[in-house]
């Protein structure tokens, strides 16, 4: 038996160069811009790959850590704490990590999981909420590799675990924590990746299972709705995407009162530019500067042992089945 880890992905280096191969990749990719590829490739390579990797190079660099990438080193962690737990379990399973964009490559990793003798796979892509521009993208790259590698049934995807009580319960954990040490903000926001408007229109699940997260998050903190808000990030392009927007509300909360703030980001598995950068520093300055005064960033799940263990329980529910 198998097991794929899958990421979004990141560059190999905080380089122009390797943040253009990985936007390339990224950007290339129908399910995330559906524009016709006539009217798109050619902003893509003719302007966005031209600019975007020079101004994003210091951003990265400002993240870096010493074995790489946050997104990776934290998801080769999760991969790794998941292997030792099947293992103590009593379970024969190979655990290989991959990255939708960039390296490991999906199909690297399958070949490896194959030649490893495993027949049946298990594939748990590290996004909580369904979308089509990411699970669905990641079921796309894993299914075209059954038939090149001869395997007899087609691998079994964790489509979602927005609502599942290992994710909520590591969550809820890991706030809770940081509210013991630190004491309670006037609001809790919950900013989840953003997705053009059009696909959520077009019946694409990610908004729901972002709201439904939230409210069971509350739940589970004892919040009542106006101590918290569900917000939307790293909007990209002039379209309109899901909102609120997460900088504009908080520049607008400490004008509506809200002097103290925590954000925390259900969506993301694993720190990364979004979270570190965007939220940590970028949206912090805009809400001390629009007059708050206490901002604090709850990190990502990471490698908490509370969600290694949800993992473990995750795939082993697909594994016995």
């Known amino acids: 038996m198998g097991v794929l880890v899958v990421n979004l992905g990141t560059p190999e280096a905080p380089t122009p160069h390797a943040i253009r191969q990985y936007l390339a990749e990224f950007l290339s990719d129908q399910r995330v811009v559906e524009l016709p590829r006539l009217l798109w490739l050619p902003i893509l390579y003719g302007v966005i790959l031209r600019s975007r990797p ?3 190079a210091p951003r990265y660099a400002g993240i870096w850590l010493e074995g790489g990438s946050p997104l990776l080193v934290y998801s080769r962690r999760q991969a ?5 737990r099947l ?16 390296r490991p490559a999906i199909a690297d990793a399958m070949a490896a999981l194959r030649a490893a003798g495993c027949e049946r796979i298990v594939v748990l892509p590290l996004y909580p909420q369904y979308s089509g521009s990411t699970t669905g993208s990641v079921v796309d790259a894993v299914m075209a590799q059954v038939g090149p590698l001869g395997l007899v049934s087609k691998p079994r995807v964790i489509e979602h ?25 006037d609001k809790l926001l919950m900013s989840f990746h953003g997705l053009p408007r059009r696909m959520i229109d077009r019946g694409d699940p990610y908004y729901r299972h972002c709201l439904e997260t939230a409210a069971l998050l509350r739940q589970r903190l004892g919040l009542i709705e106006s101590r918290s808000e569900v917000t939307f990030q790293s909007r990209f392009g002039a379209q309109r995407w899901l909102e609120p927007y997460t900088l504009p509300r908080l520049q607008a909360l400490p004008g509506e009162g ?11 598995m694993a720190d990364c530019l979004e979270t570190l950068e965007e939220i940590d520093q970028l949206c912090r300055e805009a809400f001390i500067e ?7 960033y709850i990190p990502a799940l ?11 329980r995750l795939v082993q529910r697909q594994l016995q089945t």
């Not at 790794?80 to 030792?84: I, K, N, S, W």
Request: glycine residues 12%; contains cysteine.
């Open 80 to 84: 790794d704490g998941l292997a030792e």
């Open 87 to 102: 293992a103590a379990s009593g379970l024969d399973v190979r655990v290989e990590l991959a990255m939708r964009y960039g």
């Open 258 to 268: 809200v002097k103290s703030v925590d954000v925390v980001c259900p969506g993301f």
């Open 161 to 185: 675990f927005y609502e599942d009580p290992a994710y909520l319960d590591a969550l809820a954990g890991r706030i809770a924590r940081h509210w013991q040490d630190h004491g309670h903000p």
């Open 54 to 56: 020079k101004r994003l």
């Open 302 to 312: 990471n490698d908490d042992p509370t969600w290694l263990d949800g993992m473990a």
């Open 290 to 296: 629009a007059g708050g005064k206490q901002f604090r």
